[in-house]
């Protein structure tokens, strides 16, 4: 009984990964709008009711791809940032960003379908948080190292926070403990800057403008490093793409 219950979990999950699979397939070709339960299933040879087994809707495969894809974005993040000493703060912010961009040119559609138009009719449910900030906590993990080492001397001349903005940057501090409301103010503005940059390179708002997108990006994630007030004169080169 227990070979053949495991036997059968083989098969649902090789299924499964099939199913996936060319759901990330029809992503490049139809997008997240276009995904079809159907279209999977003709290009499995099943029924449309046996899909429906592994998938009841539309939503539920969107939602497995979008949990896969934050999930491997994440690794990549993780990895990354394991790789550099964890006293070098900069060198883990620069090996971070890199492994973001990285990750978005290898895989364009599935950071389409994270970081894209919103799908018309899909709501993300919570299952797909845990996996959405696993990248944001080793970001919020480098910052509270940096604070607690000293090593953050943010640049002058910023206006100060604004009274209202308290209770977003508690919020924020639960991935980042013990980094002030003016640093986690910087933290958001990197944090987008770095996925607005990957967003426009991507999505060819930088065609024909920035014709070395690998050193522009290596450059504006150091700026970034620059605002969050990590050393950059000292830290060793990232190079991307």
Not at 20 to 31: E, F, M, N, V
Not at 65 to 92: Q, W
Not at 108 to 137: F, I
Not at 173 to 180: F, I, Y
């Amino acid at each position: 009984m227990n070979a053949g219950r495991t036997a059968r979990e083989r098969v649902r999950a090789e299924l499964t990964r099939e199913i996936t699979d060319i759901a990330r397939r029809q992503l490049a070709t139809d997008g997240a709008a276009g995904l079809s339960l159907r279209a999977v299933a003709r290009e499995m040879g099943m029924v449309s009711s046996a899909i429906y087994r592994y998938f009841p809707s539309r939503d539920d495969l969107l939602t497995a791809l979008i949990i896969d894809g934050y999930n491997a974005l994440g690794e990549a993040v993780e990895n990354a940032d394991a790789a550099r000493p964890r006293e070098d703060h900069t060198g883990r912010w620069m090996a971070v960003c890199h492994a973001v961009r990285d990750w978005a040119l290898a895989h364009p559609h599935e950071y389409a379908l994270l970081y894209g138009s919103p799908v018309p009719g899909y709501k993300a449910p919570m299952d797909t948080v845990q996996a959405a900030v696993r990248d944001t906590a080793v970001y919020g993990r480098i910052l509270s190292d940096a604070h607690r080492a000293g090593a953050l001397r943010p640049p002058g001349g910023f206006p100060p926070v604004p009274g209202p903005f308290a209770g977003d940057a508690a919020r924020v501090r639960e991935v980042m403990p013990g980094v002030p409301d003016d640093v986690v103010a910087r933290a958001l503005a990197a944090w987008t800057g770095l996925f607005g940059w990957v967003s426009f390179e991507l999505f060819g708002q930088f065609n024909s403008v920035v014709l070395d997108p690998g050193t522009a990006f290596d450059h504006a994630m150091r700026c970034h490093a620059a605002l969050l007030g990590l050393p950059v004169a000292d830290s060793s080169p990232v190079h991307g793409k």
